[in-house]
């Protein structure tokens, strides 16, 4: 349910609709290691939900001062993480709020060990600051933007939605409180892995993995199962994503309650980064994906379930309309593909023949997107998967390829659909169906 609403739900942003994209998930079920995981990690939120009042130069002076002060502070801090100077960051902190402070210390500890690019935080101008008058009667929470991008493996700062409390204390705008804004519903639940405590982040080429402190030794097993899953992407797809932060956490909150689907918390969730693509923010892009690990399953992580993951951060920026038996077929191919030359060959077969035999007989038409998991019970990913295996063999990557982008674009309805499969495979999807049952693998 929540896979459906996240994935195709609409959201308003500044006026656009913003499709909620980013599905994801693990396919081990099928090959009998654990259950079938899809899920889909909702959008950002969106950074303008209400109407601006005290946001514009209409507001009174004293209004006018506090933004310029708090724009002042947040400015501050972003200059501290990035020169390295904890005093500075923390000098706008409540002196009387001690466990916001260590928070706030942890925080700056943490996002130094990224190694940021760029980091900055802005005010979202059209919000109206919110009155938290357990901090004070004048104290307001502010949705803040903050824009983040690791070296090396961000392309674009990626938005991170925030909810920061300013009040005034001897005549001076201070942080009171960071978590006020935390039950807003377009958050979603997770928190980012420099929120969970001390983080430790280990390098590999086009990765940074974060694992907590003391699980280096994770961190830097799941460097080697990305060495092997990259160039498995690259190979099969002829692209790859152009970083990935690689995110397992032991903390459960690093995993939206929402990246779930048939009731089971997914294994991982490829989750969409959006960037500002105009300077006032009013309009975002996917510029990348980072995958979450469920903290079950982080120690248990592999290469194949990596290489299901990278394939939808590679594919993600080419936009989030196409058909999820497209999206998860692929990713399902290429982990397959990775798992049949360096895993269990005999496994797989034996899986391509039982679908084979069992559900693609049966098939009448292509998974939907809003009946994924239903259209064929547990099938989904298998009959999708091999769909995709007869488009690649068939057809090839570069055509698969071509498909993609163009379904990607969008629109979404059926006959925008039946021109792409027109154009791309000269076939129409009653007849794809009908050569994929006659399809031996
Ligand atoms: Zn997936």
């Not at 994770?218 to 899953?229: D, F, P």
């Amino acid at each position: 349910m929540v896979e459906r609403a996240g994935r195709r739900g609409t959201w308003w942003m500044v006026g656009l609709v913003v499709l909620a994209v980013a599905a994801a998930g693990t396919t081990y079920s099928v090959l009998g290691r654990r259950a079938e995981e899809p899920a889909t990690a909702g959008p950002p939120s969106p950074p303008v939900t209400r109407p601006s009042a005290a946001a514009g130069s209409s507001g009174p002076p004293g209004d006018k001062r506090m933004l310029a002060e708090i724009d002042a502070v947040l400015k501050t801090r972003a200059s501290a993480v990035r020169t390295g100077q904890l005093a500075q960051f923390l000098q706008h902190l409540d002196p009387q709020n001690s466990a916001l402070r260590r928070r706030h210390q942890q925080l700056f500890g943490n996002l130094r060990k990224l190694g940021l690019r760029h980091l900055s935080y802005r005010r979202e101008g059209g919000w109206v600051p919110e009155p938290q008058p357990q901090h004070g009667s004048e104290a307001r929470a502010f949705r803040v933007m903050m824009l983040v991008q690791v070296t090396g493996i961000d392309p674009a700062p990626r938005f991170v939605p925030l909810g920061y409390t300013f009040a005034e204390r001897g005549g001076r705008w201070l942080l009171v409180d960071d978590d006020d804004l935390a039950g807003e519903q377009d958050r979603g639940t997770y928190r980012e892995p420099w929120d969970l405590g001390p983080i430790e982040a280990v390098r590999g080429p086009g990765v940074l993995v974060v694992v907590p402190a003391n699980e280096r030794a994770n961190g830097r097993r799941l460097v080697g199962e990305a060495r092997r899953a990259t160039p498995a992407v690259r190979a099969a797809l002829k692209r790859s994503p152009a970083g990935v932060l690689v995110i397992a956490m032991a903390d459960q909150r690093s995993m939206d309650t929402g990246w779930q689907t048939g009731g089971h918390p997914a294994a991982a969730v490829a989750v969409q980064n959006f960037s500002p693509v105009t300077a006032a923010a009013t309009r975002f892009e996917v510029t990348g994906s980072r995958v979450v690990i469920n903290p079950t399953e982080r120690t248990k992580a592999d290469r194949f379930l990596l290489a299901h993951e990278f394939t939808h951060a590679a594919m993600a920026p080419l936009g989030g309309k196409a058909p999820t038996w497209l999206v998860e077929g692929l990713a399902e191919y290429v982990e397959f593909r990775l798992t049949s030359r360096h895993g269990d060959h005999q496994r797989v077969a034996d899986r391509r023949r039982t679908l084979l035999r069992q559900a693609i007989p049966a098939v009448r038409r292509l998974p939907t997107d809003n009946d994924f998991r239903g259209a064929y019970d547990e099938q989904s990913y298998g009959v999708s998967w091999i769909v995709v295996e007869y488009l690649a063999d068939e057809y090839g990557i570069s055509t698969l390829n071509a498909l993609y982008a163009d379904l990607a674009r969008g629109p979404e309805d059926a006959a925008a659909r039946e021109r792409a499969l027109r154009q791309h495979l000269d076939t129409s999807e009653a007849e794809l169906v009908a050569a994929v049952k006659e399809y031996d693998g």
